[in-house]
């Protein structure tokens, strides 16, 4: 159980064109979903909070114009990279809470590679 | 500031030995602690988690952690490594007021044969 998956795993976009990212819990809702940015050889940089049905919280530094997450359903958090950018090439990763207190487990999806030409 | 210090960015170790990987961490409140692993290219697996109790925890694929209050620290150990532990180790901070988490930079873990 407690499964989180990503679509795409990877994808290569031309600058200045969006890309979306979905994020799914399989088998739990997700009353929380985070997005989360790491770099080659570097640590998860927690982007932003998302809670089904209302606006997310961004992390300081983060563009929100930029980043737009949307958590439509208690399954699906989607990230849409609007006018990608060399510099937005990353590999993001969300991850799916059952809960919304300390200490509840976050599940991890395996991650999406973006790569912007 | 909270943070999470992992100070050993990469670990080589032969298979059979023993292994400890190190995580000291700042926080303002009751730490809630966790080791993640991350395989390449692939997401992160909660290893084990210790929010109170026994200072011992033990988790799964035969790895443990020790929560030592006095030394801010919360390492990770294995009696004896199988070359399919290579991977990177996340340690990361959280709190009963708050959803969510503060990773380490990681720390690359090699397994020669």
């Known amino acids: 159980g407690a499964v989180v998956s990503q679509h795409p795993s990877w994808v290569i976009c031309k600058s200045g064109t969006s890309v979306k990212i979905e994020c799914r819990s399989l088998?739990?809702?997700?009353?929380?979903m985070f997005w989360y940015r790491q770099f080659p050889k570097q640590s998860l940089m927690l982007m932003a909070t998302?809670?089904?049905?209302?606006?997310?919280?961004?992390e300081q530094g983060v563009e929100k114009d930029k980043f737009l997450i949307n958590h439509a359903s208690l399954t699906l958090s989607t990230l849409t990279v609007t006018s990608a950018h060399p510099e937005d090439s990353s590999f993001y990763i969300c991850?799916?809470?059952?809960?919304?207190?300390?200490?509840?487990?976050?599940?991890f999806g395996p991650g999406t590679r973006l790569t912007v030409l | 500031a909270q943070s999470v210090t992992q100070p050993d960015i990469h670990i080589t170790v032969s298979e059979g030995a023993s292994l400890e990987l190190r995580c000291n961490y700042s926080?303002?409140?009751?730490?809630?602690l966790f080791w993640y692993v991350q395989s390449p290219g692939q997401g992160l697996q909660l290893l084990l988690k210790?929010?109170?109790?026994?200072?011992l925890v033990q988790g799964i694929k035969g790895f443990e952690a020790e929560f030592k209050r006095s030394q801010s620290s919360f390492n990770l150990r294995k009696p004896s490594v199988h070359w399919s532990d290579a991977a990177e180790y996340f340690c990361?901070?959280?709190?009963?007021?708050?959803?969510?988490?503060?990773f380490g930079t990681g720390t690359r873990l090699q397994v020669f044969p």
């Open positions: 991850s799916a809470s059952p809960g919304t207190s300390g200490g509840v487990e976050q599940f």
């Open positions: 088998d739990f809702q997700a009353t929380t």
């Open positions: 998302s809670n089904e049905g209302s606006k997310a919280t961004y």
């Open positions: 926080y303002g409140a009751t730490p809630y």
């Open positions: 210790y929010f109170s109790g026994d200072t």
């Open positions: 990361a901070v959280g709190g009963y007021n708050t959803d969510k988490l503060i």
